[in-house]
C-alpha cells in the first residue's frame, strides 16, 4: 500500500514541479530522496518475495523469484527508481 500511495505522488507531484519549474526546496529533497529510497528498498524485498506458479503454488526457491522477477517487472522498476 505505502509503494502505491508513493506511485501515486510520484505521478502527480514530479510532473507538476517539472512543469511549473517549482524550486526543490529542503522539504522536497527530504520527499524525494526519501521516496528513491523506498522504491529501492521495494526492488530488494521482490527479490525475495514470493510467487504462485501456474498451478497455484507458491514459490520460494530464491533462484526462480529472481528470475521471474529480472523478467517482468525488475526493469520498469529499475528506471523508475532511477
Given at each position: 500500500?505505502?509503494?502505491?500511495?508513493?506511485?501515486?505522488?510520484?505521478?502527480?507531484?514530479?510532473?507538476?514541479?517539472?512543469?511549473?519549474?517549482?524550486p526543490?526546496?529542503?522539504p522536497?529533497?527530504?520527499?524525494?530522496?526519501?521516496?528513491?529510497?523506498?522504491?529501492?528498498?521495494?526492488?530488494?524485498?521482490?527479490?525475495?518475495?514470493?510467487?504462485?506458479?501456474?498451478h497455484?503454488?507458491?514459490?520460494?526457491?530464491?533462484?526462480?523469484?529472481?528470475?521471474?522477477?529480472?523478467?517482468?517487472?525488475?526493469?520498469?522498476?529499475?528506471?523508475?527508481?532511477?
Amino acid at each position: 500500500v505505502a509503494i502505491g500511495l508513493l506511485i501515486v505522488f510520484s505521478v502527480a507531484v514530479v510532473p507538476l514541479r517539472l512543469g511549473f519549474d517549482i524550486p526543490a526546496t529542503t522539504p522536497w529533497m527530504i520527499i524525494d530522496w526519501t521516496t528513491d529510497i523506498l522504491f529501492t528498498f521495494d526492488i530488494f524485498i521482490t527479490f525475495r518475495t514470493g510467487f504462485l506458479d501456474d498451478h497455484n503454488s507458491l514459490v520460494t526457491v530464491p533462484a526462480l523469484i529472481r528470475n521471474r522477477y529480472l523478467r517482468f517487472w525488475f526493469v520498469i522498476d529499475l528506471l523508475s527508481t532511477v
